[in-house]
């Protein structure tokens, strides 16, 4: 996928992708130099783990969904580096059916998201 530098939409969502474990995410490193990208739709498969600290080098996405998938641990700080966020969704009905949880504190965003205006985390 590092060869997609010029994608602007990538949507995967609702195909059952992932095992649910640790490293499903891991794909995502790959578009770190698609700086067109602004849509990133990954919601409703079977993505499993933990966010990864390189998310936060997204800086150019607006909209990022990741909900209905079975993500667990903390929401990263880095997050507060995506400056073009408009709308975030990470976390559906299926972490609520199969026991994962967020934990940790909502990081402290020091003004820098100030084009969301959509953050769900379930």
């Given at each position: 996928m590092e060869k997609l530098n010029r994608l602007n939409f990538l949507s995967l969502t609702s195909n059952h992708l992932g095992s649910g474990r640790t490293g499903d995410l891991s794909f995502l490193q790959s578009l770190?130099?698609?700086?067109?990208?602004?849509?990133?739709?990954?919601?409703?498969?079977?993505?499993?783990?933990?966010?990864?600290?390189?998310?936060?080098?997204?800086?150019?996405?607006?909209?990022?969904?990741?909900?209905?998938?079975?993500?667990?641990?903390?929401?990263?700080?880095?997050?507060?580096?995506?400056?073009?966020?408009?709308?975030?969704?990470?976390?559906?009905?299926?972490?609520?059916?199969?026991?994962?949880?967020?934990?940790g504190n909502i990081p402290f965003f020091r003004g820098n998201l100030t084009n969301l205006t959509s953050l769900y985390l379930g």
């Open positions: 770190l130099n698609t700086t067109d990208l602004e849509i990133m739709a990954l919601n409703d498969n079977n993505f499993g783990g933990i966010l990864l600290e390189f998310i936060g080098n997204f800086t150019w996405i607006r909209i990022f969904l990741l909900d209905g998938n079975r993500i667990s641990g903390s929401i990263l700080n880095g997050i507060e580096n995506l400056v073009n966020l408009e709308r975030m969704e990470l976390w559906g009905a299926k972490l609520l059916l199969s026991g994962y949880r967020l934990s």
